[in-house]
Every structure is written in C-alpha cells, then in structure tokens.
C-alpha cells in the first residue's frame, strides 16, 4: 500500500521557469492538501481540496495553482517559478470520516530549489 | 500571529527516560490536536490525537495531555528511546467541515541518547 505518493523528489528551477508538482494517493481518500515547509518553520497551508471538483486557498496560495484531477490525484503549478517558492512540499490527504477526523497522511515530500 | 506555538526548538533526553512536549495554541475554536513526527527527508507521520472532549489519549508509549482552560497540551513519551529521535510537530483543527486544515506549530526536535 504506497499510501500517498509525491513525483518528483528533487527539483531545481531557474526563475521564471514552470513545473507541476505531481501526487496521488491510493486510500480513497476525499479530501487533498498541499503544504510547504521552509526551514525553521512548520508547515503552511498552500491548497487544499475537499472533495473532488473542488480546490480552496489556504494561508500561502500566491504563485501557486492546483488541479484536483481525479479522487486520487492532486496536482500543485507553479506558473513562473521565484526563488522565495524554494522550499519542501508535501501533499497530504484525509479521510474525514468522524472515526478519522482531520488524520491527515503525507507524502514523502518534493524538494524544491529555485535558483 | 501563531496560532499554534512550540516554544521549544529542541529536547535532549536519556534513553529511558520520559520526554516531554510542549505545545500552546491561542485559537478557542481548535478541537481537535495532533502530534506528528518526522524524519529527515521524509513526511510527517501520524502519532497520536486528542479531542477537545477529553483531557488525555494514550498509545503505547505516548499520551497526550490536554488542558483546554490553559490552551496547552503536551505529549509524553515513556520510556524515551534512539529510535524516537524526530522532530514532533504539534497541530489543531477546527471544526467538522470536510478538507479542514491543519495548523502547525513550528516543531521540536528530539534527541534521545543511549
């Protein structure tokens, strides 16, 4: 069971360059999120999807946008890549049954440098 | 402004011994509390969960104490072990809506030495 599954796993950009962040998750689950961790820091919130056909920004959403493509997939653009954009991403996803309220599980992370 | 505060960038702690976690949080309306942990290079794991109903959840080695009058909440580690060197992220919720988000606090890191 791979669980939730981030590609790619390194990345470096040039500035104003583009990429997709790509993940899916094999849980069934409804709800998919999108968080960046920089150093010293937790992590924030960048999208995040609860259910198919729907996308919400969270507290970090410039420069970014999302594609809930299917259930399983959920993909993060960065249009014109900055360097402020390097960072560690993690895509997450939950259930939301009230058994598993809010449990999220994370993927294993891309990490992104801007140049 | 946090939401959710880990003033303790690091813990270090004897194998055997207890390790204890600190996590505070200013928003009223959080219910639910989590704590993660992470290795390097990897993504953060589930450990453990607490509702805003009880005031302490038990997993093996770890337990989680809520004091919701405090806004505070603490996960215990006992025995500490090598293996449980991570760093712990603390996080809350609110509410019962689908896709709720997390808050995360800033981490701790522990080192538990043999």
């Known amino acids: 069971n791979a669980g939730v599954t981030q590609t790619p796993k390194f990345q470096v ?3 104003g360059q583009s990429m997709t962040l ?4 094999d849980m069934n689950h409804n709800s998919m999120y999108w968080y960046r961790q920089d150093p010293g820091m937790g ?8 259910s198919e056909g ?7 959403p410039n420069g970014y946008n999302v ?3 299917n259930k399983r997939e959920f993909s993060l653009r960065l249009e014109s890549a900055a360097p402020s954009q390097t960072s560690v991403y993690f895509c997450a996803s939950s259930e939301d049954s009230t058994y598993a309220k809010n449990i999220q599980y994370f993927g294993a992370g891309t990490r992104l440098s801007v140049l | 402004d946090q939401q959710v505060k880990q003033n303790s960038p690091s813990l270090s702690v004897q194998e055997g011994r207890i390790s204890i976690l600190n996590c505070d949080y200013t928003n009223s309306m959080f219910d639910y509390f989590l704590w993660y942990k992470k290795y390097p ?7 453990i969960s607490i509702s805003s109903i009880k005031d ?5 080695r770890f337990t989680v104490f809520l ?17 449980d060197s991570a760093v712990y992220f603390c996080a809350a919720s609110a509410g019962d809506q689908a896709g709720t988000a997390l808050i995360f606090g800033k981490g701790t890191t522990l080192s538990v030495s043999s």
Request: charged share 20%; with cysteine; aromatic share 6%.
């Open chain 2, 67 to 83: 004091n919701k009058s405090a806004k505070h909440l603490s996960l215990h580690i006992v025995p500490s072990q090598p293996g």
């Open chain 1, 22 to 25: 790509q993940c899916a998750q």
């Open chain 1, 67 to 69: 594609s809930r493509l």
């Open chain 1, 13 to 15: 950009l040039k500035t």
């Open chain 2, 41 to 47: 290079a990897e993504g953060p794991t589930f450990l």
């Open chain 1, 43 to 50: 992590l924030r919130l960048i999208y995040y999807s609860a």
């Open chain 1, 54 to 60: 729907t996308t919400d920004k969270g507290e970090v």
């Open chain 2, 56 to 60: 302490k959840n038990e997993d093996g």
